[in-house]
Nanobody, 124 residues
Framework: QLQLVESGGGLVHPGGSLRLSCAAS????????IGWFRQAPGKEREGVSC????????NYADSVKGRFTISRDNAKNTAYLQMNSLKPEDTAVYYC?????????????????WGQGTQVTVSS
């Protein structure tokens, strides 16, 4: 059973940066597509970014393109989300997720394994 644990969230001023980590255990992450999602209060969970198994391909939501960068280190069984130029509207609980079969898609229902989430708050 694959288990995912996010870390790196916190409170940051607008324009600041955070780096989220998603540590996997139980199974090797090499075989899984990784996605990052977020959910703000009162809103549906939305896709932020995803990365292919090898790390050669990534997709981003339009709202974060040019500001966020997804990456993975399969040797460390860990994925990352570097978030720069943060805005108040980026405030949400951020989740990492994994799926064994399929494509790199920003659709929550396509992912089988989820972490518990980490809070990101962007406020002055």
């Amino acid at each position: 059973q694959l288990q995912l644990v996010e870390s790196g969230g916190g409170l940051v001023h607008p324009g600041g940066s955070l780096r989220l980590s998603c540590a996997a255990s139980g199974l090797t992450l090499d075989y899984y597509i990784i996605g990052w999602f977020r959910q703000a209060p009162g809103k549906e969970r939305e896709g932020v970014s995803c990365i292919s198994r090898s790390g050669s391909r990534a997709n981003y939501a339009d709202s974060v393109k040019g500001r966020f960068t997804i990456s993975r280190d399969n040797a460390k069984n860990t994925a990352y989300l570097q978030m720069n130029s943060l805005k108040p509207e980026d405030t949400a609980v951020y989740y990492c997720a994994a799926v064994l079969f399929g494509l790199c898609e920003l659709v929550p229902g396509r992912y089988d394994y989820w972490g518990q989430g980490t809070q990101v708050t962007v406020s002055s």
